[in-house]
């Protein structure tokens, strides 16, 4: 907002609405809709607005399209004080043609019976824009009259009058005539609201009407059908809707069934599809195979967007998506186990006991599965199958802190479980469960992955020594190896121990350490002696490891470490810690011995700097290392017009 606008605005916000009105109506003819608003905001309040109203009129049916609808805005939150003004105005002919509608829109909030008489030869007026909205006030009134002018409307030849009239109905469906609806419904432009009138409606004359529209040739009609159903049908499939509109909705539809079957074929098929698996019994099954058959998305759109609660009563349904495999199966049963019962029926654990033989479904069945306590036996047994099929996301999925002991444990032990065992154990550490030692022992002696999974236990259930992490630390095994410096690192018992003994630990098993501890406390500790350390190794993991705020004098002391590698990656967290001070480091390693060190070196300096690009140029000059040189030439060609020239 520009300061002059501010000005205006205040000057308006100022301004007393009972003691200067007038000054405040100058503020809706103001070109700045901040203004504007506040000059709305006070004149609203007023307590007297009778003085202003012929000069708000005056606004309503100028030129102004800013004045006018602020002016309206006012008129509408002032009641019936504006019903005599506008009436006179629209009896005497003096309000412009086109402005009328204008005058009619200021009665929205303030009209009452009175103005039925002046209103209703505007229904019928040449100019199409006065209907629509004469309605719209007529519908806002109690009087029968009106209300009978509204019904009357639902023929108009306007198809915007049509539309007015059937939101206007909505107040009081049950004063909607039936057989005028129905028609409505099967026009693709009134179908929307006059089917949700229908349903409101509630007879089974009404309802059979949606059915109509539904069936009928227009896809914009038979999406309106649909649209005004779905809300109601998942209560209809769970049985729970009250008997005055379950009774009707159902026979509705239960006389529509050889008419849904029939329409399997024509255009409407994905529609009739849906109702035929919702109405249940012989048809149910035949209605679940032809929405088979229709594309993915369709099928999807109409299971999760429009039905699904409701299909969950129907297993022919659910049966069918699963025996179709693939994601499609997989999709059925992952809706199942977000929105089906908390207890599954003997029919849902049948049926993922067959997606699970068959291997279809992903980690869906065995999610549903570990839900019952019969379904968790099932899992257990089955589990060599669930280690051979699922990926690393799904046992993410079934490993999570909510899993149950008995399938955590399960794990632990199972044959070939390997790492997953490892996260077996650490959940069932977090929960304080015991695990029965004889079972660790027993997979510890049967070697690989089972053997990986006992000693993964035994390091979550702190069942390990000082002497068995180091060992472990150096295992084959990535993830065990992990572990065991994860577990040596945070174990408060041995910290003392660890310390004192740091230096003298294999090298892998510090490198591992530093990487693994970087949330822990003993970090920064260990770091510190890892910097000093004689192994060049350890010390370039110790700097990878070192934070952004790591002290400069630690980095300047390493970028002079006799390994490059140490020197080169000091450098470089210099360069994020202190720029200008590794811009001075970098000039002088321009001539270091190593030329990798060189080639880094190029990275601190700044290449809008006269000096440095200097320093370059002469670095080339002496450069006898080609990937120094060509480092070199890359870094100085944007200033020198290419390698040519250089």
Do not use: N
């Amino acid at each position: 907002m520009d300061q002059d606008v501010a000005r205006r605005r205040r000057a308006v916000a100022s301004l007393d609405p009972e003691r200067e009105p007038w000054a405040l109506l100058e503020g809706l003819d103001d070109p700045a809709w901040q203004v504007r608003h506040e000059a709305v905001r006070h004149l609203r309040a007023m307590r007297a607005p009778e003085p202003l109203l012929e000069a708000l009129l005056e606004r309503v049916v100028g030129e102004s399209i800013e004045a006018r609808c602020a002016a309206l805005e006012v008129l509408r939150s002032l009641g019936a004080v504006v019903q005599a003004p506008v009436l006179a105005r629209l009896a005497s002919g003096a309000a412009p043609v086109h402005a009328r509608r204008f005058l009619v829109e200021a009665l929205l909030e303030g009209a009452d019976a009175g103005c039925v008489g002046a209103l209703e030869p505007l229904l019928h007026d040449p100019d199409p824009t006065l209907a629509p909205v004469a309605l719209e006030v007529l519908g806002t009134l109690e009087d029968p009259r009106a209300r009978s002018l509204v019904r009357s409307s639902l023929d108009h030849p306007d198809p915007v009058a049509r539309i007015t009239a059937l939101l206007a109905l909505q107040r009081r469906p049950r004063e909607a005539p039936v057989d005028a609806l129905v028609a409505l419904a099967l026009e693709p432009l009134t179908a929307e609201p006059a089917c949700a009138l229908l349903v409101a409606h509630g007879s089974p004359e009404a309802l059979g009407g949606v059915v109509r529209a539904l069936l009928g040739p227009s896809p914009l009609a038979s999406s309106a059908a649909l649209g005004a159903l779905a809300p109601a049908l998942p209560e209809l499939a769970r049985g729970g809707l009250p008997e005055g509109l379950k009774a009707p909705l159902g026979a509705a539809l239960g006389v529509a069934e050889d008419v849904l079957r029939g329409a399997l074929e024509g255009p409407s098929r994905e529609v009739a599809a849906v109702l035929l698996v919702l109405l249940g019994g012989a048809s149910a099954p035949e209605g679940a195979r032809s929405l088979l058959a229709a594309s993915p998305g369709s099928r999807w759109t109409m299971v999760e967007g429009m039905v699904s609660s409701a299909l969950l009563a129907h297993p022919s349904w659910l049966e069918a998506l699963v025996g179709e495999g693939g994601s499609v199966a997989e999709g059925a049963l992952a809706f199942l186990w977000r929105r089906g019962p908390a207890e599954p029926g003997a029919w849902v654990s049948a049926l993922v006991e067959r997606a699970v033989d068959r291997g279809v479904g992903g980690v869906w069945p065995w999610a549903l599965l570990l839900r019952t306590e019969a379904g968790l036996r099932r899992a257990v047994e089955r589990l060599p199958r669930a280690l051979e099929l699922l990926d690393d996301v799904a046992w993410d999925f079934l490993l999570a802190s909510d899993a149950p002991v008995p399938w955590l444990q399960a794990v632990l032990v199972s044959e070939g479980s390997g790492p997953l065992g490892m996260r077996a154990a650490e959940q069932l550490a977090a929960k304080g469960c015991d695990v029965d030692r004889a079972l660790l022992a027993e997979g510890e002696a049967r070697g690989g992955r089972s053997r990986e999974a006992a000693l993964g236990a035994r390091l979550y259930l702190g069942a390990c020594t000082f002497e068995e992490l180091v060992a472990w630390t150096q295992e084959p095994s990535e993830a065990l190896a992990e572990a065991a410096a994860f577990v040596l690192a945070q174990r408060e018992d041995i910290a003392e121990r660890l310390e004192a003994s740091f230096d003298a630990l294999p090298l892998q098993t510090r490198c591992r350490l530093l990487r693994v501890s970087s949330v822990l406390e003993a970090h920064g500790r260990l770091c510190a002696r890892a910097l000093d350390a004689a192994e060049p190794e350890l010390v370039r993991e110790a700097v990878s490891q070192l934070p952004d705020d790591a002290p400069l004098s630690t980095l300047e002391r390493l970028v002079e470490h006799r390994d490059p590698s140490v020197a080169c990656e000091a450098l470089a967290r210099m360069l994020v810690a202190d720029p200008s001070e590794a811009r001075a480091r970098g000039r002088a390693l321009l001539r270091a011995p190593a030329p990798e060190l060189r080639r880094e070196a190029l990275r601190a300096l700044d290449p809008r700097s006269p000096e440095d690009r200097g320093l370059a140029l002469e670095a080339l000059h002496l450069e006898r290392e080609s990937s120094v040189r060509d480092a070199l030439e890359a870094w100085l060609e944007p200033f020198f017009g290419g390698r040519k020239t250089l």
